[in-house]
């Protein structure tokens, strides 16, 4: 079998492509797991949008929140991926009716981030 030096190389810019469309997501999933025993405060979602990334067949919601921290103001984004236009449509709409808090790092409370999942009951 003989596979043409294009095709491959078609092959790995796809991949390439793939992964750093993911890479957002992982990179929250990592700040979220770190953030699981941090102090936590209410939030008010400033603004939120739905991007469509056609080749992955992806919606992405983005959900710029901000905070106080003993009285300083603090921001953050959330953003998360659907496959279905609804889904994220949906998780946008619940976020905006009943904002979950953010988790801080105390250190630095400038470091977020938020988790509507596990933090729902936080409210």
């Avoid at 991949?15 to 990179?27: F, Y």
Wanted: glycine residues 6%; proline residues 7%.
């Amino acid at each position: 079998m003989h596979i043409h030096g294009a095709t491959v190389f078609t092959c790995y810019l796809y991949m390439l492509s793939w992964l750093t469309s993911l890479a957002p997501v992982r990179i929250q999933w990592l700040q979220r797991w770190r953030s699981r025993h941090w102090p936590w405060a209410r939030t008010t979602i400033d603004g939120g949008a739905i991007e469509h990334f056609a080749r992955q067949g992806r919606f992405r919601p983005t959900v710029v929140y901000s905070y106080s921290v003993d009285g300083e103001a603090y921001g953050g984004v959330y953003t998360e991926a659907f496959t279905r236009k609804f889904a994220a449509r949906d998780m946008l709409k619940s976020v905006r009716e009943l904002p979950p808090p953010a988790r801080y790092n105390a250190n630095n409370p400038a470091e977020s981030a938020m988790d509507p999942y596990r933090d729902a009951t936080l409210r």
